[in-house]
């Protein structure tokens, strides 16, 4: 990729680590902030690097036949900025122009203020947050370290505290996130395989040499203008946003601690399930695990409904979970539910109903611009009544969701207000409701009688994803922070 030693790493490669430390950092001064951030620069991973690396790993792991290839470790570090830090890094504003409705805006504001927008309000309200919220200790700066070995972890976390408080820094909130383990590995907490549909970019990922508008060896993944996540580079569907040429190479960063009501969240998707069958809606031998596959639209292992409607199937050994899911032939819903999670948050091919109801978004590509690179892991232990106290119900644990995009409003904002908490999103004759999966209190429009289909019938479920905390950050290219650390 052109530029690939200037972008951070996390943003396009991804640091693809097991443990992972987020320490949100609250600067003294002016002073011990560059200065801080004149040695940090030099341990901060490039799109290079962390490329390079994950290509060895992969071979590696091929070669090893699906083993981890252990030996091959890495320790990578990215830093990014809230609006306030760099006002008071650069000693003024980050960007002379905001105009309204701009990622600029957005991103001055934080996402505190924009809590109405986001549907942060009532249990999600900023007053009940751990950090971001009003009551919280300011957040300047977001220092990311991630590793393969727990201990390798607290080895480069030990060295970053003492830089931290050497130049007058403090930790305002530290958030861990690691991978789950053993079967749960790659699974979040409810139980879903996660991370596998990811957009390929322009100029990174390689095109299919027989479908190039897709990924090689990773069929239904679309290549995607590079200007869609890094600023200053060529999109294909947005107008420029007009940010000041500093940030090019940059990535604007969305930090979000989802909190997750595992055993709530199930014995409800159990009482719904009843509720269903009392009514006829459901096929008699339909099970928890298969109302819960149609909520997210993938099954456990992450096998689309769309494909397998009847139960799971496990990927053959080695093999990645199936991306290439078509909603095109489903466009009621009847068998991936237009409620589902993934229809909510990638509708792909299932827009267009005919064509005098065509929704705009549903026009050729237009949906790539909506697109963010999710860079999530899970934080807290699994729930799991036989384990110990952190394995309980009330233990802290979900997703510390994390993405990355070039426009706060048109991706990450868009995605949230405009389909996940929208009822009106895909616009139906009758409601869809809100993302059956992470979306709050509400009703949702559920498919009855299979592919052949009945009347939808509507199910009023509750809330089991809680923000706890949420940031917006700037991540900048590797010479943008070493201007932002000489002044
Ligand atoms: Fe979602 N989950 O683990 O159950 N997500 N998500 N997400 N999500 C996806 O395809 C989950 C959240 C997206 O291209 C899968 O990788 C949970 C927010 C997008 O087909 C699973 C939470 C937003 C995709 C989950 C959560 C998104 C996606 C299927 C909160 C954006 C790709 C696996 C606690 C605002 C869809 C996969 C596509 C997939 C889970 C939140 C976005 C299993 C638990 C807040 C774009």
Same mark, same amino acid.
């Given at each position: 990729?052109?530029?690939?030693?200037?972008?951070?790493?996390?943003? +396009? %490669?991804?640091? &693809?680590?097991?443990?992972? !430390?987020?320490? /949100?950092?609250?600067?003294?001064? *002016?002073? @011990? =902030?560059?200065?801080?951030?004149?040695?940090?620069?030099?341990?901060?991973?490039?799109?290079?690097?962390?490329?390079?690396?994950?290509?060895?790993?992969?071979?590696?792991?091929?070669?090893?036949?699906?083993?981890?290839?252990?030996?091959?470790?890495?320790?990578?570090?990215?830093?990014?900025?809230?609006?306030?830090?760099?006002?008071?890094?650069?000693?003024?504003?980050?960007?002379?122009?905001?105009?309204?409705?701009?990622?600029?805006?957005?991103?001055?504001?934080?996402?505190?203020?924009?809590?109405?927008?986001?549907?942060?309000?009532?249990?999600?309200?900023?007053?009940?947050?751990?950090?971001?919220?009003?009551?919280?200790?300011?957040?300047?700066?977001?220092?990311?370290?991630?590793?393969?070995?727990?201990?390798?972890?607290?080895?480069? +976390? %030990?060295?970053? &505290?003492?830089?931290?408080? !050497?130049?007058? /820094?403090?930790?305002?909130?530290? *958030?861990? @996130? =690691?991978?789950?383990?053993?079967?749960?590995?790659?699974?979040?907490?409810?139980?879903?395989?996660?991370?596998?549909?990811?957009?390929?970019?322009?100029?990174?990922?390689?095109?299919?040499?027989?479908?190039?508008?897709?990924?090689?060896?990773?069929?239904?993944?679309?290549?995607?203008?590079?200007?869609?996540?890094?600023?200053?580079?060529?999109?294909?569907?947005?107008?420029?946003?007009?940010?000041?040429?500093?940030?090019?190479?940059?990535?604007?960063?969305?930090?979000?601690?989802?909190?997750?009501?595992?055993?709530?969240?199930?014995?409800?998707?159990?009482?719904?399930?009843?509720?269903?069958?009392?009514?006829?809606?459901?096929?008699?031998?339909?099970?928890?695990?298969?109302?819960?596959?149609?909520?997210?639209?993938?099954?456990?292992?992450? %096998?689309?409904?769309?494909?397998?409607?009847?139960?799971?199937?496990?990927?053959?050994?080695?093999?990645?979970?199936?991306?290439?899911?078509?909603?095109?032939?489903?466009?009621?819903?009847?068998?991936?539910?237009?409620?589902?999670?993934?229809?909510?948050?990638?509708?792909?091919?299932?827009?267009?109903?005919?064509?005098?109801?065509?929704?705009?978004?549903?026009?050729?590509?237009?949906?790539?611009?909506?697109?963010?690179?999710?860079?999530?892991?899970?934080?807290?232990?699994?729930?799991?009544?036989?384990?110990?106290?952190?394995?309980?119900?009330?233990?802290?644990?979900?997703?510390?969701?994390?993405?990355?995009?070039?426009?706060?409003?048109?991706?990450?904002?868009?995605?949230?207000?405009?389909?996940?908490?929208?009822?009106?999103?895909?616009?139906?004759?009758?409601?869809?409701?809100?993302?059956?999966?992470?979306?709050?209190?509400?009703?949702?429009?559920?498919?009855?009688?299979?592919?052949?289909?009945?009347?939808?019938?509507?199910?009023?479920?509750?809330?089991?994803?809680?923000?706890?905390?949420?940031?917006?950050?700037?991540?900048?290219?590797?010479?943008?922070?070493?201007?932002?650390?000489?002044?």
């Amino acid at each position: 990729l052109r530029r690939s030693t200037e972008i951070q790493g996390d943003i +396009l %490669a991804g640091f &693809r680590k097991d443990h992972v !430390r987020l320490l /949100l950092l609250t600067f003294g001064n *002016q002073r @011990g =902030a560059r200065g801080w951030l004149d040695r940090l620069r030099h341990r901060i991973a490039t799109t290079r690097d962390v490329a390079a690396f994950n290509a060895a790993f992969s071979r590696a792991r091929h070669n090893s036949a699906g083993d981890d290839p252990s030996g091959l470790r890495s320790v990578w570090r990215s830093v990014s900025f809230t609006h306030d830090g760099l006002t008071l890094l650069i000693g003024g504003a980050p960007c002379a122009d905001v105009p309204r409705g701009s990622t600029q805006e957005a991103f001055a504001q934080g996402m505190a203020k924009r809590a109405e927008l986001l549907g942060d309000t009532g249990q999600n309200d900023p007053a009940h947050w751990l950090f971001g919220g009003r009551r919280n200790a300011p957040v300047h700066a977001v220092l990311t370290v991630a590793a393969d070995r727990s201990e390798e972890l607290s080895a480069a +976390l %030990a060295h970053e &505290r003492e830089e931290i408080a !050497r130049h007058g /820094l403090a930790v305002a909130f530290e *958030q861990n @996130g =690691a991978t789950l383990e053993g079967e749960r590995r790659g699974k979040e907490h409810f139980g879903f395989k996660d991370g596998i549909s990811q957009p390929a970019v322009a100029g990174f990922d390689e095109p299919d040499p027989e479908h190039p508008e897709h990924q090689r060896g990773k069929p239904g993944t679309r290549i995607i203008a590079a200007g869609e996540f890094v600023v200053g580079h060529p999109t294909d569907h947005r107008l420029p946003s007009w940010l000041p040429e500093w940030m090019n190479d940059g990535s604007f960063h969305v930090v979000r601690r989802l909190a997750q009501d595992v055993p709530g969240w199930w014995a409800q998707v159990a009482d719904q399930l009843r509720a269903l069958k009392e009514r006829g809606a459901v096929p008699e031998e339909a099970t928890t695990e298969w109302l819960a596959a149609r909520l997210v639209g993938r099954w456990r292992s992450g %096998a689309p409904v769309a494909k397998s409607p009847d139960a799971d199937v496990t990927a053959a050994p080695g093999a990645e979970p199936d991306n290439d899911i078509s909603f095109d032939g489903d466009f009621e819903g009847r068998v991936t539910p237009l409620c589902s999670h993934i229809r909510k948050v990638n509708p792909r091919d299932g827009l267009t109903v005919d064509a005098e109801a065509q929704e705009p978004l549903a026009l050729k590509g237009a949906l790539d611009g909506r697109r963010i690179m999710r860079r999530g892991i899970p934080y807290g232990l699994p729930f799991d009544p036989a384990g110990g106290a952190g394995n309980g119900p009330d233990a802290p644990r979900g997703l510390l969701f994390v993405s990355y995009q070039a426009d706060l409003i048109a991706q990450f904002e868009f995605v949230q207000r405009t389909w996940v908490d929208s009822g009106d999103f895909p616009s139906r004759e009758k409601p869809v409701g809100r993302d059956a999966m992470i979306g709050r209190e509400g009703v949702v429009s559920f498919p009855t009688g299979g592919a052949e289909g009945g009347d939808p019938v509507e199910l009023s479920l509750r809330q089991f994803v809680r923000t706890e905390g949420a940031v917006y950050a700037f991540a900048p290219s590797l010479s943008a922070l070493e201007r932002l650390a000489k002044g």
